[in-house]
């Protein structure tokens, strides 16, 4: 595993006791309010199932149960703020979950008496929501409960307008997209390139100013480039171009399929930003596949599970969850239609959604390589090696390639994803901005932005990588 960095210059993780960070507001307030979230879903769905609103096997197993998984929660947040020394995962635990890997860690730093508020952040934001994990695979009523459906679905109701927005959007580009397939408008595709990842990378922003009704022409006029300037602004670095380029050259000289791959990050509307930028990238015959990623346990609250991914599909489709009026409006046939395409798609295996236990894991992606033959990370290298190019989505995996460490924040891209630079892997990630960590900026754009952010939020100037006001977007070709 070559490394541009050796072990002396490679920086501590963010730990959650540093003072006057994200990390530690996140540690020390954020928590225990997302905890306090789960006691108040899980003893929603007591009271749902109690009403008979829900309907279960066996009502009386799974309210004693679900009483027992809501006391548990009660007490893990009280562990929080206490601030307890993080136990291990019990045998039993360990007998429904992959979670040896925690226990390791928590072994290799017995004599550092390990606390919530005087650890790694990116061990122990991972660990809570493991914890939090097991007390509903341990209950035999509960093990398929997403404690968080609840919030994913609302959030992804509430979205309506984004979501109707790029239907029509995409519906109105899909001929322009199949004439393409066979002799390609090179330059118009890259426009369209640059706007669907900006629309994946914004995800979970629903009010897409770059998607008023824009025609192709307003795209591509002066006034379209205004509007793609003003959004192009906050994104302070864009290697959108290199990934272009690697599409390019991957179609010019065709060796074999092409496929795309996605490391998912939230599920509802950036799942289905993604799902545009996948459509758009198939549709032109761009790529012939492509491998979604997706978490195999419910994880940092809206995290993409395979089931989500139904379950949208699903959603699109009701009329009730979409109010868009009878099936025959023009909304409802956008949203129709682009349901159909996805699951077309899956039909014929240009797209595909996978979880392994790696991606729910503690370990960053330094360990997205052929040493790391524990815990799947050879595996994972091996699987994402078949793609032309990985696309990361969103903050926490932001934080993993860099493994969430106090880097300067002009370090190069290639410096603070360590063996991922040069271990094969074609990598792209896109990430709004949500914590301390922040790498590869050019001189000068943190101390401008520390600035500016430090007016409106005396004392925490550098808290704008945390506001997720600003987004990067890095490339690697891992050579
Ligand atoms: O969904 P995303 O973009 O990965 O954001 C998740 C991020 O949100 C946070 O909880 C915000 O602090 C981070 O811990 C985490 O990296
Ligand atoms: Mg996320
Ligand atoms: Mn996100």
Not at 162 to 178: F, M, S, T
Not at 337 to 351: G, H, P, S, V
Not at 428 to 448: I, M, N, Y
Request: proline residues 3%; aromatic residues 10%; negative net charge.
């Amino acid at each position: 595993m070559t490394s541009t960095t050796t072990n002396s210059d490679i920086p501590e993780r963010f730990w959650t006791g540093i003072p006057g960070t994200f990390c530690s507001y996140t540690a020390s307030v954020r928590w225990a309010i997302i905890l306090q979230n789960a006691v108040d879903d899980t003893a929603k769905e007591i009271e749902a199932i109690k009403s008979g609103e829900v309907k279960v096997n066996n009502k009386d197993l799974t309210l004693k149960q679900g009483n027992a998984i809501k006391n548990q929660l009660i007490t893990l947040r009280e562990e929080l703020i206490n601030d307890v020394e993080l136990r291990q995962f019990t045998p039993e635990e360990l007998a429904v979950s992959n979670l040896t890997s925690f226990n390791e860690y928590l072994a290799a730093r017995k004599g550092d008496k390990i606390r919530w508020n005087h650890s790694e952040w990116l061990f122990c934001e991972i660990y809570m929501y493991r914890r939090i994990n097991c007390y509903f695979a341990l209950q035999s009523e509960w093990t398929k409960f997403d404690i968080f459906n609840s919030l994913k679905q609302s959030t992804f109701k509430a979205s309506l307008h984004g979501v109707v927005e790029l239907a029509i959007r995409y519906k109105n580009l899909l001929p322009i997209w199949k004439q393409n397939v066979e002799n390609k408008d090179w330059d118009l595709l890259e426009i369209l390139f640059k706007e669907f990842i900006e629309i994946s990378l914004w995800g979970n922003a629903t009010d897409l100013s770059l998607l008023t009704n824009a025609t192709l022409d307003d795209i591509k006029s002066i006034q379209g480039a205004k509007a793609r300037e003003a959004s192009e602004s906050k994104i302070v670095v864009n290697d959108t171009k290199l990934a272009w380029k690697t599409i390019v050259n991957a179609n010019k000289d065709r060796k074999g399929p092409v496929r795309i791959d996605f490391v998912l990050d939230n599920s509802g509307f950036e799942l289905y930003a993604d799902l545009m930028l996948a459509g758009f990238l198939l549709n032109t015959g761009l790529i012939d596949k492509c491998v979604f990623h997706g978490k195999d346990v419910p994880y940092m609250v809206s995290d993409v599970m395979i089931k989500d991914l139904d379950i949208l599909i699903q959603d699109l489709l009701d009329r009730d969850f979409f109010p868009t009026g009878s099936s025959t409006t023009p909304d409802s046939q956008a949203l129709d239609l682009f349901a159909n395409e996805i699951t077309n798609f899956r039909k014929q295996d240009k797209l595909s959604i996978e979880a392994d236990p790696f991606w729910t894991n503690e370990l960053d992606y330094w360990n997205l390589d052929p040493s790391e033959t524990k815990y799947h990370g050879a595996q994972m290298h091996k699987e994402l090696s078949q793609a032309t190019l990985v696309i990361f989505k969103g903050d926490l995996n932001y934080r993993k390639l860099t493994g969430d460490r106090t880097w300067k924040r002009t370090t190069p891209w290639k410096t603070a994803i360590g063996p991922l630079a040069h271990n094969g892997l074609v990598t792209l990630s896109l990430r709004t901005c949500k914590a301390d960590v922040q790498v590869a900026l050019k001189e000068g754009v943190d101390e401008e932005l520390c600035a500016l952010w430090e007016k409106d939020h005396p004392g925490k100037g550098s808290w704008w990588s945390s506001s997720g006001k600003w987004a990067v977007i890095c490339f690697s070709d891992g050579q």
